[in-house]
């Protein structure tokens, strides 16, 4: 009479294949965090490439309600024709297609997309020599305490480093 049933070894085999497919698979569906600081960095990195090309950058935050925190926000200073027209048309430097600078939305693909972000000053710029204007930067997590926001400096070389929490 022989039993039924699965012997240890094949237990262990198929232990091991689910064990080997789980190691491979759940990192590439799982959720991924990706800390603000990496963000935040990658967006800088970005800003200040821009900038290098030939078109100033700023950075600055759309608030959300009385709230000095918000999303961040890039624009580039960009040329724009004006009409023959127009008062502005005077600003133009060519005579025949006259335009003006104006700060125009930039896309930029590392920008952050959760808000809870605060520049201080309030304007971040990115100069075509490679320098920035320096800033205090912050970022907290919803339904979160001032004191447990996370705080960054950034330098005139574009630079970020964290603060520690005191």
Request: glycine share 6%.
């Amino acid at each position: 009479m022989s039993k039924k049933g699965f012997t240890l070894v094949e237990i262990l085999i198929v232990i091991f294949i689910v064990g080997v497919l789980a190691t491979v698979l759940v990192p590439r569906i799982s959720f991924y965090f990706e800390p603000p600081a990496a963000i935040l960095q990658r967006t800088i990195e970005e800003a200040s490439d821009k900038s290098l090309s030939g078109i100033p950058v700023r950075l600055s935050i759309k608030s959300e309600g009385a709230s000095k925190r918000g999303y961040i926000v890039a624009e580039g200073l960009m040329q724009r024709e004006v009409e023959e027209n127009s008062l502005s048309a005077f600003l133009g430097t060519n005579v025949n297609r006259p335009v003006v600078l104006e700060w125009q939305t930039l896309k930029m693909k590392n920008l952050p997309e959760n808000s809870g972000w605060k520049f201080e000053p309030e304007i971040i710029y990115f100069y075509t020599d490679g320098s920035c204007s320096p800033a205090k930067i912050s970022w907290l997590a919803e339904n979160s305490y001032e004191s447990q926001a996370d705080n960054y400096i950034l330098t005139v070389t574009g630079y970020c480093t964290p603060l520690e929490k005191k």
